[in-house]
């Protein structure tokens, strides 16, 4: 059974509107590995979920699995885990086409030292191929408006 989509037709100046509400929104998103201490709310857990399965799948399946971790050392065992994993791509794994590509279509990104000191964007490619443990590198605007374009 097909459900037909019906929607209200937006007059063109609110579609300027949203569309550009929606930019902002995207060019604000940003990679954060490097996450505030105080607990998310269950209910806004359940509702970033809800939306999250509501995002296209092949055949509208939607195969995927959310796990909510709330204990820090699980996290933190995943975490080293996915950098090791980043690594492995950045330093072997992927072609060279992929890495340059990746490498083209990158932000500015800093890398932040445990002591929390910034380096230039330019020194990360060199951090990255060192296995960091722990270092954390992360886009962030600020980055970007005080090291300029890489």
Request: positive net charge; charged residues 35%; glycine residues 4%.
């Amino acid at each position: 059974m097909t459900i037909p989509y019906e929607r209200e037709r937006m007059p063109p100046e609110a579609m300027i509107a949203a569309a550009r509400e929606f930019l902002e929104t995207i060019r604000k998103r940003r990679t954060v590995r490097d996450f505030a201490p105080d607990p998310v709310p269950d209910e806004v857990l359940a509702l970033a979920i809800e939306a999250a399965n509501l995002a296209p799948s092949g055949a509208n399946m939607q195969p995927w699995k959310f796990v909510v971790v709330k204990d820090r050392e699980l996290k933190k065992r995943i975490r080293m885990a996915a950098e090791e994993e980043e690594f492995e791509n950045y330093n072997g794994r992927m072609p060279d086409e992929w890495l340059r590509g990746a490498r083209a279509s990158r932000p500015q990104r800093s890398v932040v030292s445990p002591d929390r000191r910034s380096v230039a964007g330019r020194d990360v490619q060199r951090l990255r191929t060192r296995r960091p443990r722990s270092v954390s590198i992360r886009t962030s605007p600020r980055a970007a408006a005080a090291t300029g374009p890489s």
